[in-house]
């Protein structure tokens, strides 16, 4: 029963590139949530996806970051032209989507360094 | 706007001492979840805890909540190497977000 799976697990980027972190979420879930995490801080919420629907955006960025999550594939959070600010641990996780309780589970996260 | 803070930030212990970190959060929510992270590494799901005086223990790791404080904690029994990891807590936001605390850092020494 595989988890949450992230790719790249390693992403290095010069500024002005766009960056693409992959997400599939584990098998039966169909929920989707994007987490960055900072150097020595915890983890913020970015946003908050269903199959085709976003629900909740309130914490991309609101220029050069993206995501979907497509009714088939994994979820793509984008990053275009990236900044060096945006070198962070990138995490998704996933829920089952079938409401009350949901453990939200992490995948490995994609580490973004931008040069 | 929801806000988690834990305390201490870094807490550095010696082996079979017991120790308790503190996560505040600032406005009612139904659940508060304890992570796990080693350097490098993902979060690792330890309980969730969903009302007022619910408490959990597993091994050396024992957490609870009080509701009305809006507090909960994560305390440490008789300390092993093998605990040394940051610490998260994090409450349910809106929709389904988690808000987290800063982390505990922890060192368990020998």
């Known amino acids: 029963n595989a988890g949450v799976m992230q790719n790249p697990r390693h992403l290095v980027r010069r500024r002005g590139q766009e960056a693409r972190l992959r997400c599939s979420p584990m098998?039966?879930?169909?929920?989707v949530y994007w987490y960055r995490q900072l150097p020595e801080e915890g983890l913020k919420f970015m946003v908050y996806l269903q199959k085709e629907n976003i629900i909740d955006e309130s914490g991309m960025p609101k220029e050069r970051f993206s995501a979907e999550f497509p009714k088939e594939g994994p979820s793509i959070l984008r990053i275009q032209q990236v900044v060096r600010g945006d070198s962070a641990a990138y995490f998704c996780a996933s829920s089952p989507g079938t409401g009350g309780l949901e453990t939200q589970y992490f995948g490995p996260g994609t580490r973004l360094l931008v040069l | 706007e929801l806000k988690v803070e834990q305390n201490p930030l870094f807490l550095s212990m010696q082996e079979g001492k017991n120790y308790t970190i503190y996560c505040n959060y600032s406005?009612?929510?139904?659940?508060l979840y304890w992570y796990r992270q080693d350097p490098g590494k993902s979060l690792e799901s330890l309980f969730v805890l969903l009302s007022n005086g619910a408490v959990k223990q597993e091994g050396r790791l024992m957490a609870s909540l009080d509701t009305k404080a809006r507090l909960s904690t994560l305390h440490i029994t008789a300390a092993v190497h093998d605990l040394s990891a940051t610490y998260f807590c994090a409450v349910v936001g809106g929709a389904q977000k988690l808000v987290f605390g800063q982390g505990t850092r922890l060192t368990i020494n020998p």
């Open positions: 098998k039966g879930h169909s929920h």
């Open positions: 406005t009612t929510s139904d659940r």
